[in-house]
C-alpha cells in the first residue's frame, strides 16, 4: 500500500494556515459531550490534555508514574529550539525548517517540518506567560545559545533543567484543568492494550498499578503520548519505566510502526563503568558550545594525565573534520566521529571507549564562575557519577542510546492509520527524519501538545457522533481477558532467569548488531538471536508475586516481553534499509572518507510496518517523500 | 578508582504488603558491591538475589535515576535522600559507605503520604497543593511575545532558584511537623517574583496554604530539616517569603 500523509499543498508557507482554515469546527456547546484519552503526560501529552481540556473537551489523562510532573521529559537539559532570531543572526522559520529537514538527513516531511519551525515562536510565548523562568540576560531580555546541526543561536533554556521547567509549565496548566474538572488524571496506571471497534479507536485498557486492577476507558479518541523506545538497548539515557509497550499494544492492534531503525545515539553520556550499571546519564549538548572534543593522537599518551599531553599532541578531531560546524557538529556525526576514535585504539578511559570534553580553553578565556553559571548542575552531577572534576580535569564521555526518531505512523492530522487513534511527541515518527537536532524535541513535544492536535483532533471529532461506545462493549471486555491472560502466563512460568538478565541480553545484542554501526550480517545475527532469546524468556523467565498488588516484577516483565518483539521490528528495518542515513548507519554504505551514503533513488520513503499475526512478516508499507522546497542533497558539515 | 574491592553490606530493610498491613524491618546482605554502583544499584543487586531465590524483591519508587524526576524516596539512616548535599538516593553512590555497614532503610513517613507498599508511598497529596494555585491562568495560545515584558536578571534567578524543586516529598519527609512548607513556598515564591505571577499572587498563596492543612501537612515551626534534606537546596527564604506573601493577601 502506497501511504499518503495527506499534507496540504501549496506554498508551504501558507500550508498549516491554510489547513486549519479548512478543518471542520467543533461547535464549542458540543466540545463537553466528547471524551478524549490522553495516555502520558510529558510534554506533548501534557500540554495537549491542558489544552483540550480548556477548550471544553472531557479528558482523561494517564501516566505510569505518581505524578504527571515526573514524565520523562523532566530530563531534558540543554534547551528549546525556536526561530524568535532575538540575537539578529539570521535566523528565521525558513532557516529553522531548512535546518532541521537537513539535519534529519532528508528523510522527513516537509510541510510537518515546517509546521513545527512556525509554531515555535509560540512555544516560547506561552512557556513565559505560564512562568517558565527561562535565562535571561542583564537586561532582562531572554538569553539563547547554541545547539549541534546550527549556525544561529536559537536556544532558549532554563540552567540545565530546560525540560524540567517546560514541564512543570505544561504540568500547571494541566493542574489549572484538573482543578477545573475539565481533566481527570489517573496517576500509576499503565495501558495495556488498546481497543479497536469495528476499525476505530475507542478506548484502552490499563492495569493499576497499585491495585493490580485491570481497566477500562471508552472515549471517542484516544491519544498516545507515550514517549520513545530506546530502552530496547537496555543502557540509554531514558529513565527506567521508558518503554515500547503503548505503542506497541496499539502496532498489534494494527497502527503501523514507522522507521523503528531510526534511533539515535547521543555523543556525549558519562561512559558505563560496569555490568551492574542499570542507565546511562547525559551530558548536554549545550556542553559543546565551550567544550572541546579530543583524544590523544599518539597511543603512546593514552596512560598519561590528560594535562600532561600537549596540545600538539591532541586530536581535536571534530575540529579537524568538520571545521565549519566544529564541536557542535550534528549528533550522529559526532558519535559516529568518537567512535571512530576509539576503534583506531585511541578511545581514553576504562576499556579505551571513552573522548575527553575538555573546558580548560574556556575557563581560561570566560573564568571559572561562567562556566559554573551555565553549566553548574551538570558537572555537579558528573562529579557525583564519576567522582571526578570536569573543572579540573576533562570529562570523559561516550556515545550511548538516546532518542528515537521513528515511531507509530501518523499522518499530517497526527493521526494513525486507525482513525480516532492519534500520536504526539517522541512517540510517533513525524518530523526529525533518521536523526533529530538538538533542543528539537521538546519544541515537537509542546508543538503537538499545544498548537496542533488542539485544532487537529477537532477536525475528527466533528465528523463522528459523541459517546457512541461504552465499555459495556464487548470488545473491552475481551481486551481485559487478553491483558490479565498475558499476565498470568507472565507469572506462571517460574523458571529461571530473571527479567533483568533478560533485558540486558537483549540490549547488549541490539548494542552489539543494531547500534551505530549495522551490517547486513550483524543484522541477520540479531533476526536469528532474538526470536530465540524471546523463545526462552517465555519458557524460563521468572516472575516473582501475584497480579493483584504493587509488582514492579511483574511491570518490567510485561516490559520486556513487548521489546523482545519490538527489537525483532527494528532490525527487520534496518536490515531492508540498504542505505545509510542519519542515525542508521549500515557499514555497506558509505563514502570513501566514512561518511554516510544515502540511496534517494530507492530509499526517499518512510517504511510503516503492519502487524500480521504472531510469527507471520509483518507487511512493508511505503510512503514516498517529496521535497519541493528543499534540494535533496548530500548532508554536508565540513 | 579500582573496581576490584567490593563491599559487603547489611540492610535493614522496611517491608509492607499494603497500606493497611503492618510493617517490619527486614534483613538483608548486599554483596558484591563497588564504589560505582548508586545506591539504587545496590538495591538492583540484592533484589535480582532476591528474586532468584523466589522471594518478593523491594519495591521502591525510581524512574529517571539522574536526581531530577522527583520519584526515589527513601530514608537513609534516618535521613531523607540519605544525607549528601544536594543529593537524590538515586544519585547516591556506594563509594560513600564502607564494607561492612549497616544502613536502615524505610519510606517518607509523613501522615500526608500513606505507604502503598515497602518503600512506595502515597504522594499525591503535591498534586493536590499545586492544584490549589500553582499555576498562572494563561489560555493557550494568546499570549504575548516572551520579550513583551522584560524580567530583571535577578528576578528570573530568584524564581529559578525556587523552581528548582522536584516534587520529591523529603522536605515534609524530614520535617517534625511534617509540614509541606518548603515545597509550597517554592511554588508561591517562584510566581510571586515574576510578572506573570503577580495578578494572582494574592488568591494563590491563600489557596495553597489552605490546601497544604486540608491535606494533613503540620505547620512550619522553623526548624529548617527540610532545606538540610532536600536535594535541590531549596532554600528556607522561600518560605519567608510565602509568609510575606500571605500577609499582603490577608491586607488586599
Ligand atoms: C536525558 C535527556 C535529555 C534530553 N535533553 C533534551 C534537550 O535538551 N532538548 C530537547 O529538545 N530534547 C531533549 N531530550 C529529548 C526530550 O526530552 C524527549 O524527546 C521529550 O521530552 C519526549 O516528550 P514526550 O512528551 O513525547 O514523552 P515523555 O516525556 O517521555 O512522556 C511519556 C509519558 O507517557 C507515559 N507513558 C508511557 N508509557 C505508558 C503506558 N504504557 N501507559 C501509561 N502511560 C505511559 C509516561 O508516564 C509519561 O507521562 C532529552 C532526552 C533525555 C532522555
Ligand atoms: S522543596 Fe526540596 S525536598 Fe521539598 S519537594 Fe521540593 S525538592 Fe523535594
Ligand atoms: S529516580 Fe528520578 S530523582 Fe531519583
Not at chain 2, 528474586?51 to 531523607?80: A, L, T, W, Y
Request: glycine share 10%; charged share 25%; hydrophobic share 35%.
Amino acid at each position: 500500500m502506497i501511504l499518503d500523509g495527506k499534507c496540504p499543498t501549496g506554498p508551504i508557507e501558507k500550508t498549516w494556515d491554510k489547513h486549519r482554515f479548512d478543518l471542520k469546527l467543533v461547535n464549542p456547546a458540543n466540545k463537553r459531550k466528547y471524551t478524549v484519552i490522553m495516555v502520558g503526560t510529558g510534554l506533548a501529552g501534557g500540554a495537549a490534555a491542558a489544552s483540550l481540556g480548556e477548550l471544553g473537551y472531557n479528558v482523561m489523562a494517564f501516566c505510569y508514574q505518581d505524578s504527571p510532573r515526573r514524565a520523562h521529559s523532566i530530563a531534558a537539559q540543554g534547551g528549546i529550539n525556536a526561530a524568535k532570531n532575538y540575537p539578529n543572526d539570521g535566523d528565521s522559520i525558513y532557516r529553522l525548517f531548512y535546518d532541521t529537514i537537513k539535519g534529519g538527513d532528508f528523510r522527513a516531511r516537509e510541510a510537518d517540518v515546517w509546521r513545527l519551525a512556525q509554531v515555535s515562536n509560540n512555544i516560547i510565548d506561552q512557556c513565559v506567560a505560564q512562568g517558565v523562568p527561562f535565562a535571561r540576560d542583564y537586561s532582562g531580555y531572554l538569553d539563547n545559545r547554541s545547539f549541534g546541526g546550527a549556525q544561529v543561536s536559537r536556544t532558549f533554556y532554563a540552567r540545565g533543567q530546560t525540560g524540567q521547567q517546560l514541564l512543570l509549565g505544561a504540568y500547571s496548566a494541566l493542574s489549572r484543568q484538573i482543578k477545573a474538572g475539565t481533566v481527570k488524571m489517573y496517576n500509576r496506571r499503565e495501558m495495556l492494550d488498546l481497543v479497536v471497534v469495528d476499525g476505530v479507536a475507542k478506548g484502552i485498557t490499563c492495569r493499576n498499578l497499585i491495585t493490580g486492577e485491570i481497566e477500562s476507558y471508552a472515549a471517542d479518541a484516544v491519544c498516545l503520548a507515550t514517549g520513545g523506545y530506546v530502552n530496547v538497548f537496555y543502557l540509554s539515557t531514558n529513565a527506567m519505566g521508558c518503554s515500547v509497550t503503548a505503542n506497541w499494544k496499539a502496532y498489534k492492534k494494527g497502527a503501523f510502526f514507522a522507521n523503528p531503525c531510526y534511533t539515535q545515539i547521543h555523543p556525549t553520556c558519562i561512559p558505563q563503568a560496569g555490568d551492574y550499571q542499570s542507565k546511562l546519564t547525559l551530558m548536554s549538548e549545550s556542553l559543546r558550545n565551550d567544550g572541546r572534543c579530543w583524544v590523544p593522537k599518539k597511543k603512546e599518551d593514552l596512560g598519561k594525565h590528560p594535562s600532561e599531553i600537549p596540545d600538539e599532541d591532541r586530536d581535536y578531531y571534530l575540529e579537524r573534520k568538520y571545521p565549519s560546524f566544529g564541536n557542535l557538529a550534528p549528533r550522529d556525526i559526532a558519535s559516529r566521529a568518537a567512535k571512530e576514535q576509539c576503534d583506531d585504539g585511541r578511545g581514553v578511559g576504562p576499556g579505551g571507549r571513552g573522548v575527553y570534553l575538555d573546558f580548560s580553553d574556556s575557563i581560561k578565556r570566560l573564568g571559572e564562575s561562567t562556566i559554573r553559571e551555565r553549566y553548574g548542575n551538570l558537572f555537579e552531577m558528573y562529579e557525583k557519577i564519576t567522582d571526578e572534576n570536569g573543572y579540573k580535569r576533562p570529562m570523559r564521555m561516550y556515545p550511548a542510546p538516546h532518542y528515537s526518531m521513528g515511531g507509530l505512523w501518523v499522518d499530517y492530522n497526527l493521526q494513525s492509520n486507525i482513525p480516532g487513534l492519534f500520536v504526539l511527541g517522541e512517540a510517533n515518527f513525524s518530523v526529525h527524519g533518521a536523526n533529530r537536532l538538538g533542543a528539537s524535541a521538546l519544541m515537537q513535544g509542546l508543538a503537538d501538545g499545544y498548537f496542533v492536535i488542539p485544532y487537529t483532533i477537532g477536525g475528527y471529532l466533528a465528523t463522528v457522533k459523541p459517546g457512541t461506545v461504552t465499555t459495556a462493549n464487548p470488545e473491552f471486555k475481551k481486551s481485559v481477558e487478553d491483558v490479565n491472560g498475558y499476565a498470568n502466563k507472565l507469572l506462571s512460568i517460574n523458571g529461571k532467569k530473571t527479567v533483568a538478565e533478560f533485558m540486558r541480553e537483549l540490549g547488549g545484542l541490539m548494542w552489539e548488531n543494531c547500534g551505530m554501526a549495522r551490517s547486513k550480517e550483524s543484522l541477520e545475527t540479531n533476526l536469528k538471536k532474538i526470536p530465540a532469546l524471546r523463545e526462552e524468556f517465555w519458557k524460563n523467565v521468572k516472575v516473582t508475586g501475584t497480579g493483584a498488588e504493587l509488582n514492579q516484577d511483574l511491570e518490567n516483565a510485561g516490559r520486556t516481553a513487548d521489546f523482545l518483539e519490538f527489537g525483532e521490528l527494528l532490525c527487520r528495518d534496518a536490515h531492508h534499509r540498504e542505505e545509510s542515513c542519519g542515525g542508521h548507519f549500515r557499514v555497506e554504505h558509505q563514502y570513501e572518507d566514512g561518511e554516510a551514503m544515502r540511496d534517494d533513488a530507492n530509499f526517499c520513503y518512510v517504511g510503516a510496518w503492519e502487524y500480521k499475526g504472531d510469527g507471520k512478516e509483518p507487511e512493508l508499507h511505503k510512503e514516498p517523500l517529496k521535497f519541493e522546497n528543499v534540494h535533496l542533497a548530500v548532508r554536508s558539515y565540513k | 578508582m579500582s573496581d576490584h574491592k567490593t563491599m559487603t553490606l547489611t540492610l535493614i530493610v522496611w517491608r509492607q504488603k499494603g497500606p493497611n498491613a503492618p510493617g517490619k524491618f527486614e534483613t538483608y546482605t548486599a554483596k558484591g558491591i563497588t564504589e560505582h554502583h548508586s545506591f539504587l544499584e545496590m538495591l538492583d543487586v540484592v533484589n535480582e538475589d532476591l528474586i532468584k531465590s523466589g522471594k518478593e524483591p523491594i519495591v521502591f519508587d525510581h524512574d529517571c535515576r539522574e536526581g531530577i524526576c522527583g520519584m526515589c524516596s527513601q530514608v537513609i539512616n534516618g535521613v531523607p535522600h540519605g544525607g549528601q548535599e544536594r543529593t537524590t538516593v538515586c544519585q547516591l553512590h556506594m563509594r560513600k559507605f564502607k564494607d561492612g555497614d549497616t544502613i536502615y532503610i524505610e519510606p517518607w513517613r509523613a501522615k500526608a503520604f500513606p505507604i502503598h507498599k515497602d518503600l512506595v508511598v502515597d504522594r499525591s497529596a503535591y498534586d493536590t497543593i499545586i492544584q490549589a494555585g500553582g499555576y498562572t491562568s494563561c489560555h493557550t495560545g494568546g499570549v504575548p511575545d516572551g520579550n513583551a515584558v522584560l524580567i530583571p536578571k535577578p528576578d528570573a534567578d530568584y524564581a529559578m532558584d525556587a523552581a528548582e524543586c522536584i516534587g520529591c516529598g523529603a522536605c515534609a519527609a524530614a520535617c517534625p511537623n511534617s509540614s509541606a512548607m518548603l515545597f509550597t513556598s517554592a511554588k508561591v515564591a517562584q510566581l510571586a517574583a515574576l510578572p506573570q505571577g503577580k495578578a494572582e499572587a494574592a488568591e494563590r498563596v491563600k489557596n495553597m496554604l489552605e490546601t497544604m492543612q486540608e491535606c494533613g501537612f503540620g505547620n512550619c515551626s522553623n526548624h529548617y530539616e527540610c532545606q538540610a534534606a532536600c536535594p535541590k537546596g531549596v532554600n528556607v527564604k522561600f518560605i519567608a517569603k510565602l509568609n510575606r506573601e500571605y500577609l499582603k493577601s490577608l491586607a488586599s
